[in-house]
């Protein structure tokens, strides 16, 4: 994964301290700051389970909401009663598994390490059935997964960018320079 100076800099703002790892940007918002990336799953030689990362302080924000309404819970209790859903968010969990293992297969990673990254859901998760937090989610659908719960929390946004008034990354970086 190749990063440029401008795209880890910005990406180290926006998540509010120095992304060490290699990513890749992988979803835009309409004034050209990252909203997204995919992350390499080895930092300093240590798996780092995480592999979509919402980077983007207004969706952050936008999505903190949610939660703060307990819409974890009812993701949960979704999980726990609608078959159909349930099937799809383990769905979404083996897609991950899949991409990060077609991932790991381009590089050489420990055996005990890749054990570690593909035996762990979405976000390293252990328990399928719980919602770790709804930003990883929303990465995760964001990032190219079928994932039912970041579908929905994208579809419950109001707003899914910084008005024209006030681009906050903009700011980030004029506050930095």
């Known amino acids: 994964m190749e990063i ?11 998540l509010g301290r120095v992304v060490k790892n290699d990513f890749i940007v992988v979803m835009l918002c309409d004034w050209g700051f990252p909203q997204v990336i995919r ?6 030689g240590r798996p780092f389970p995480t592999l979509f990362w919402l980077t983007c302080p207004f969706l952050k924000e936008e999505v903190s909401r949610l939660e703060s309404k307990g ?13 159909s859903f349930a099937a799809a ?17 381009e590089s050489s990673v420990p055996e ?14 252990r328990n399928l059935k719980k ?9 995760n659908y964001l990032g190219g997964i ?5 579908r929905e929390v994208w579809n419950l946004l109001e707003k899914k960018q910084c008005s024209l ?6 700011e980030l970086l004029r506050d930095n320079e």
């Open 4 to 14: 440029n100076n401008i795209e880890k800099k910005i990406v180290s703002l926006q």
């Open 39 to 44: 992350s390499s799953l080895i930092s300093d």
């Open 71 to 83: 819409m974890i819970s009812h993701f949960e209790k979704r999980i726990e009663q609608d078959k």
């Open 89 to 105: 968010f383990l769905d979404a969990h083996r897609e991950t598994t899949l991409l990060k293992e077609k991932m790991l297969d």
């Open 112 to 125: 005990e390490s890749r054990r570690l990254l593909l035996d762990r859901g979405i976000g390293g998760i």
């Open 131 to 139: 919602v770790k937090c709804l930003h990883l989610h929303l990465a």
């Open 146 to 150: 079928e994932n039912p719960v970041g």
């Open 165 to 170: 008034t006030r681009i906050i990354c903009k």
